[in-house]
């Protein structure tokens, strides 16, 4: 059973940086793509960014480009999520997750909060 | 900026059928969009139900189908259960990136 266990959340400045990580169990995580999806408070879910399996391959949404970095360790089957120059607007629970077919899950997020 | 468009909310009795769809803003949706339809209850995280347009994952009860229809993605639910009341996304992929669609709050009544 896939298991993804995000944790790094919390309130920081407009303009600050944070760094998430997520836990991964329960599949082989050196074989998948793995990914980061964001939902605002009382919103729709929005996908943030995706890395290939050797963390040689990376994609973000728009929103996000220039600002966050993917990445991952596979020998820690951790995945991280670099945000710099947060903005007010990025304030959301962020999900990890393995997308599309098997293996597949969600984690329950973590919530960035950015505000002065 | 692609936009996907889902229906904001459908209500369906317990025992009946409806049928979501999802559609995109660049044209018609075809199956190299991997159409993957997804349930959020509330204070969950999402749960997976169908990926590449009309595969289910081991837990996806029968009564949940993927298909398109009419140009776009579709996720048809078959003799609802009140259980089934939860908001529902679609996920397309644009080769590179992917779309969620804007939500689907299905109330069963």
């Known amino acids: 059973e896939v298991q993804l266990v995000e944790s790094g959340g919390g309130l920081v400045q407009p303009g600050g940086s944070l760094r998430l990580s997520c836990a991964a169990s329960g599949f082989t995580f050196s074989s998948n793509w793995m990914h980061w999806v964001r939902q605002a408070p009382g919103k729709g879910l929005v996908w943030v960014s995706r890395i290939n399996p050797d963390g040689s391959s990376t994609d973000y949404a728009d929103s ?34 393995r997308i599309g077919g098997d293996p597949v899950g969600w984690g329950q997020g973590t919530l960035v909060t950015v505000s002065s | 900026q ?23 803003s660049t044209g018609a949706v075809t199956s190299g969009y991997y159409p993957n339809w997804l349930q959020q209850k509330p ?45 529902y996304y679609c996920l397309l992929y644009y080769g590179g990136g992917y779309v969620f669609g804007t939500g689907t709050k299905v109330t069963v009544l």
């Open chain 2, 2 to 24: 692609t936009v996907v468009t889902q229906e904001p909310s459908l209500t369906v009795s317990p025992g009946g059928t409806v049928t979501l769809t999802c559609a995109s």
């Open chain 1, 64 to 97: 996000v480009k220039g600002r966050f970095s993917i990445s991952r360790d596979n020998a820690k089957n951790t995945l991280y999520l670099q945000m710099d120059s947060l903005r007010a607007e990025d304030t959301a629970v962020y999900h990890c997750a």
């Open chain 2, 43 to 87: 204070g969950q995280a999402p749960r997976a139900l169908i990926h590449s347009t009309s595969n289910k994952h081991s837990w996806t009860p029968g009564r949940f189908s993927g298909s398109l229809l009419g140009g776009k993605a579709a996720l048809t639910l078959s003799g609802v259960q009140p259980e089934d009341e939860a908001e």
